[in-house]
């Protein structure tokens, strides 16, 4: 299995500042993936990312406004930048790992974000 | 637009119960259907998953039926216990074959399922 700390848990920022979420796995994972739940709302993927390329972001989602990092195998982070009320949401780090011939993919706990 | 389609948004049954949960997909390139399981404040838990070269799979008290030609796949909780009470959300990706990765899921809705003691 896999498991991931996100940090923070949650935190209630100010319309137009900018966020830094973590995500820290315990063993190395290739694929990392971050999504956007909004309250009652389905998981709608954000972007991959990959260690030593660059994030590949979905539709309707900018790296402008969700830059990513992947330093390494273990990490990476999500900023939610010049925020608005519109960006409160559950964000949550996943990564795909393979376990006895099956790849599964595992979600953190998500950071709970409020925007006022 | 909705590439899978979840139903029913909530759900509410008596312990012991059956509970039913039904999705469709339209994407034929689709071939893995995972099931997640989420308790409130915690992230997704992959409850089970099917492959379209079986019909049915089976965990304890939990079995997945899939349907190919109809493009519907759903999820059976025998015996339904309070503690089942949690969102079930279904999803489905186009993975490079078993062993290889499962690449990005696309999840439905969900489904908010309570279970009553």
């Known amino acids: 299995s896999a498991v991931i700390s996100q940090k923070p848990s949650r935190d209630i920022c100010q319309r137009g500042t900018s966020l830094t979420i973590q995500c820290q796995v315990d063993?190395?994972?290739?694929?990392m993936f971050w999504y956007r739940q909004q309250p009652g709302q389905s998981l709608t993927l954000i972007a991959t990312?990959?260690?030593?390329?660059?994030?590949?972001?979905e539709s309707g989602f900018v790296i402008d406004k969700f830059p990513i990092s992947r330093p390494n195998l273990t990490f990476s982070t999500l900023t939610v930048s010049n925020m608005s009320p519109e960006d409160s949401s559950i964000y949550l780090c996943?990564?795909?790992?393979?376990?006895?011939?099956?790849?599964?993919?595992?979600f953190g706990a998500g950071t709970r974000l409020s925007v006022l | 637009q909705q590439q899978v389609k979840q139903s029913p948004q909530s759900l509410i049954v008596q312990k012991g119960g059956i509970s039913i949960i039904n999705c469709a997909y339209e994407?034929?390139?689709?071939?893995?259907f995972p099931w997640y399981q989420q308790f409130p404040g915690k992230g997704p838990a992959l409850l089970i998953a099917?492959?379209?070269?079986?019909s049915e799979k089976k965990e304890g008290r939990f079995t997945i039926s899939f349907n190919k030609s109809a493009k519907q796949f759903s999820l059976h909780i025998m015996d339904s216990q309070p503690g089942d009470s949690a969102t079930y959300f279904c999803?489905?990706?186009?993975?490079?074959?078993?062993?290889?990765?499962?690449?990005?899921?696309?999840f439905g809705r969900g489904t908010q399922l309570t279970v009553w003691p």
């Open positions: 996943s990564v795909e790992k393979q376990t006895l011939a099956k790849n599964i993919q595992y």
């Open positions: 063993s190395q994972v290739t694929m």
């Open positions: 990312a990959n260690q030593g390329s660059e994030a590949t972001y």
């Open positions: 994407n034929t390139a689709f071939d893995y």
């Open positions: 099917i492959r379209p070269d079986v």
């Open positions: 999803a489905a990706s186009i993975s490079l074959g078993r062993g290889s990765t499962l690449g990005r899921l696309y």
